[in-house]
């Protein structure tokens, strides 16, 4: 398989930690954009390949930051993994004043994609890919939300929109980049067996401890990720996709055009001060 450059967001833990260790493997070059850089710095340990970058997805000049660094250091991204996500089971807003899941889960990814957006231009089958999750399906987009706090919040409420969020980005992307050879897909990586759920409060966390009982490894979970950044079997753009690697219908809100173009021309216009020339659909 031909050598591919591979920026990806939360590398050092779970899925992402598992996506970056088969892409290594396969001796493609990756770019990781993490929080923690201690945590970055010894899980790259040893393993050739990897370039860290700080990046904190709750500061979009934290990611207008990274992004340049990226930039600086590569000339051609051939694949774009939105791949980071958190849960919050209480209130909070990004550096920004969004709230954290919308913020982290989607607008950061947004703003990430729209800045290196060039990059992935200049390979000959450029891929975005963005880990979304079969939450989604219970998922509603309440725009006043995305700021401000309505009425009790609700964890899994806010997860599903930002992940909703996630597919129809997506679709909007892959509808406005359809004259080129670059894809946009999404996928639900499956139930896997991270920390993601356990970040919270106890009573939070430990409800994630029973589901991930029943949960898959995060390398199976890694799986849908990287076939739809590498394989040659991928022909669709646009898609959602399941752990299986198999390309599943999404919610009927996630169809809707007219709200995919409403979320993109509202995060366009929330990321615009944070834009660099010519980095933008």
């Known amino acids: 398989m031909k050598k591919k450059t591979i920026v ?4 050092n833990a779970g899925i992402g930690a598992a996506t970056v260790n088969a892409l290594v493997k396969e001796n493609h070059q990756v770019f990781m954009l993490c929080r923690n850089m201690q945590k970055a710095t010894t ?3 040893g393993k050739k390949g990897i370039t860290i970058i700080s990046c904190d997805l709750a500061s979009l000049s ?6 340049k660094e990226v930039i600086a250091q590569t000339e051609q991204i051939d ?3 939105n791949n980071a996500g958190l849960i919050m089971n209480a209130f909070q807003k990004t550096n920004e004043g969004f709230e954290m899941q919308f913020g982290v889960n989607h607008l950061a990814h947004f703003l990430l994609t729209q800045l290196l957006l060039e990059q992935v231009r200049k390979s000959e089958a450029g891929r975005i890919v ?3 999750s079969a939450a989604h399906y219970r998922g509603k987009i309440i725009f006043d939300s995305f700021k401000n706090k309505m009425g009790a919040y609700r964890a899994m409420k806010a997860y599903s929109q930002s992940k909703l ?6 679709r909007q992307l892959a509808k406005l980049l359809q004259d080129t050879p670059i ?3 999404c996928l639900h990586p499956g139930v896997v067996r991270t920390s993601i759920g356990n970040k919270s409060n106890w009573l939070f966390s430990l409800g994630w401890n029973v589901i991930k009982l029943f949960g898959i490894s995060p390398n199976k979970g890694a799986q849908t990720s990287l076939f739809l950044a590498l394989s040659e079997e991928v022909k669709t753009s646009g898609s959602y996709y399941d752990e299986h690697q198999k390309e599943r219908k999404p919610s009927s809100i996630a169809l809707d055009d007219k709200l995919a173009e409403d979320l993109w021309k509202y995060s366009m216009d ?4 944070f834009l660099i020339p010519s980095a933008q659909v």
């Open 62 to 67: 934290s990611v207008q930051k990274a992004a």
């Open 43 to 45: 899980f790259s340990q």
């Open 8 to 11: 990806i967001t939360g590398g």
């Open 270 to 273: 929330e990321v615009q001060d």
């Open 79 to 81: 694949v774009l993994i």
């Open 183 to 185: 894809k946009s897909n």
């Open 165 to 170: 969020c996630n597919v129809l980005f997506t």
């Open 130 to 132: 963005n880990v979304s």
